[in-house]
Antibody
Framework: EVQLVESGGGLVQPGGSLRLSCAASGFTFSTFRMTWVRQAPGKGLEWVANIKQDGTEKYYVDSVKGRFTISRDNAKNSLYLQMNSLRAEDTAVYYC???????????WGQGTLVTVSS | QSALTQPRSVSGSPGQSVTISCTGTSSDVGGYNYVSWYQQHPGKAPKLMIYDVTKRPSGVPDRFSGSKSGNTASLTISGLQAEDEADYYCCSYAGSSTWVFGGGTKLTVL
């Protein structure tokens, strides 16, 4: 059974940093692209970033470029999202998702809430 | 990277059919056959319902179907059931390894 478990969310002040993690199991992690998607409270889904199987290619939505970094450790079956210079508008539930070349989310985690507020 | 356009809400009675539209541009929906649809119940993670415009993952009922014409993709749910009440999001590849979602549609089963 595919399982994705996010962690690392919490309350952080504007300008602060946070590192999200996603622990994967139940599939061969190193053979799948992985994606972070976020959902602001009461709002829709937004693609944030994705990463190729070997970590050599990474892509970001314009609003997080230069502030967020996606990475992975295939030996640990883990996906990460380093978030710096956080803004109030980054407040959201962050989901990690198993991806393919033709769709973003075959399987999703339960999400972790990030709140940016003073 | 502008969001795709979906109706905010649709509704239907049990047993009826409903269609949710998703309008983009020639740079996303119209340019690629990589449109997917996700179902999200309140407080839950999204679930993949349709990918590659028309394909259903295993386990998704054949009451769910997808199509595309030009810059608009559509999700049709036939034989509506109470458990279909949820939010639905379309998503399209937008080139240069970027993706864009629609704003979401709330489906109410009357």
């Amino acid at each position: 059974e595919v399982q994705l478990v996010e962690s690392g969310g919490g309350l952080v002040q504007p300008g602060g940093s946070l590192r999200l993690s996603c622990a994967a199991s139940g599939f061969t992690f190193s053979t799948f692209r992985m994606t972070w998607v976020r959902q602001a409270p009461g709002k829709g889904l937004e693609w944030v970033a994705n990463i190729k199987q070997d970590g050599t290619e990474k892509y970001y939505v314009d609003s997080v470029k230069g502030r967020f970094t996606i990475s992975r450790d295939n030996a640990k079956n883990s996906l990460y999202l380093q978030m710096n210079s956080l803004r109030a508008e980054d407040t959201a539930v962050y989901y990690c998702a198993q991806s393919n070349w033709n769709y973003l989310g075959g399987y999703w985690g339960q999400g972790t809430l990030v709140t940016v507020s003073s | 990277q502008s969001a795709l356009t979906q109706p905010r809400s649709v509704s239907g009675s049990p047993g009826q059919s409903v269609t949710i539209s998703c309008t983009g541009t020639s740079s996303d929906v119209g340019g690629y056959n990589y449109v997917s649809w996700y179902q999200q119940h309140p407080g839950k993670a999204p679930k993949l319902m349709i990918y590659d415009v028309t394909k259903r993952p295993s386990g998704v009922p054949d009451r769910f179907s997808g199509s595309k014409s030009g810059n608009t993709a559509s999700l049709t749910i036939s034989g509506l059931q109470a458990e279909d009440e949820a939010d639905y999001y379309c998503c399209s590849y937008a080139g240069s390894s970027t993706w864009v979602f629609g704003g979401g549609t709330k489906l109410t089963v009357l």
